[in-house]
């Protein structure tokens, strides 16, 4: 079946360590997404890419760093330098520029604590 | 600075009650704005609405546009329990596919 598959669902890290969450969608979308959500907070915007090999920042990018190769995946990864990087974080993908729905598709999320 | 407020942040309700939630924006761009349910983990999508005053159902919600006022109204009729979820409302900018979504309304529905 078509989707976003996010992994890891749990992820534990110390304080000073890098850690990637995967995000990979079947569906042939062109953009994709991540956001962050903390209690309270919504939906934040980290990172999206509209196009392979392009990504642009969003609302909070400091600390974070993505990378789109292939059209299929887009990972995350949270740097020792995000001040909180304790949260739940989503993956997205929508169809892109042509034909745009705003729909989005979202991943069952990567819950990441630190500890 | 863009903006999208949602109220109200939270309410709890009886099964049978009626909801009325609001998503009020201030953006430079606007292309439509939508809304989600989000249950436990994914959102999951329920409306995008472009043009002011055409409402849009499926079963018992509803939901409007005003984009002379800025601002969307998300109603369910007959709640029940399978309605509480939070209730993320989101806008579309032209040109770029990025969606600024709100705070959230978290809905609680009590048997």
């Known amino acids: 079946d078509g989707g976003i598959t996010q992994s890891p669902k749990y992820l534990f890290r110390k304080e000073g360590q890098n850690v990637t969450l995967s995000c990979e969608q079947n569906?042939?979308?062109?953009?994709m997404y991540w956001y962050r959500q903390d209690p309270g907070q919504g939906l934040r915007l980290i990172y999206y890419?509209?196009?392979?090999?392009?990504?642009q920042k969003g609302d909070i990018a400091e600390g974070y760093s993505v990378s789109r190769e292939k059209k299929e995946s887009f990972p995350l990864t949270v740097t020792s330098a995000q001040k909180n990087p304790t949260a739940f974080y989503l993956c997205?993908?929508?169809?892109?520029?042509?034909?745009?729905?705003?729909?989005?598709?979202f991943g069952e999320g990567s819950r990441l604590t630190v500890l | 600075e863009d903006k999208v407020v949602q109220s109200p942040l939270s309410l709890v309700v009886h099964e049978g009650d009626t909801v009325t939630l609001n998503c009020s924006y201030e953006?430079?761009?606007?292309?439509?704005l939508l809304w989600y349910k989000q249950e436990k983990k994914a959102p999951t999508f329920l409306f995008m609405l472009?043009?002011?005053?055409i409402e849009k159902k499926s079963g018992r919600l509803s939901s409007i546009l005003d984009k002379k006022e800025l601002f969307s109204i998300l109603n369910i009729t007959a709640t029940q329990t399978g309605d509480s979820a939070i209730y993320l409302c989101?806008?579309?900018?032209?040109?770029?596919?990025?969606?600024?979504f709100g705070k959230g309304n978290q809905v609680v529905v009590i048997p």
């Open positions: 997205a993908s929508s169809t892109g520029l042509a034909g745009i729905t705003g729909e989005l598709f």
């Open positions: 569906l042939n979308h062109d953009a």
């Open positions: 890419s509209q196009i392979v090999n392009d990504f």
């Open positions: 953006v430079t761009n606007f292309r439509s």
């Open positions: 472009t043009s002011s005053g």
């Open positions: 989101a806008v579309l900018y032209y040109g770029n596919n990025r969606l600024a």
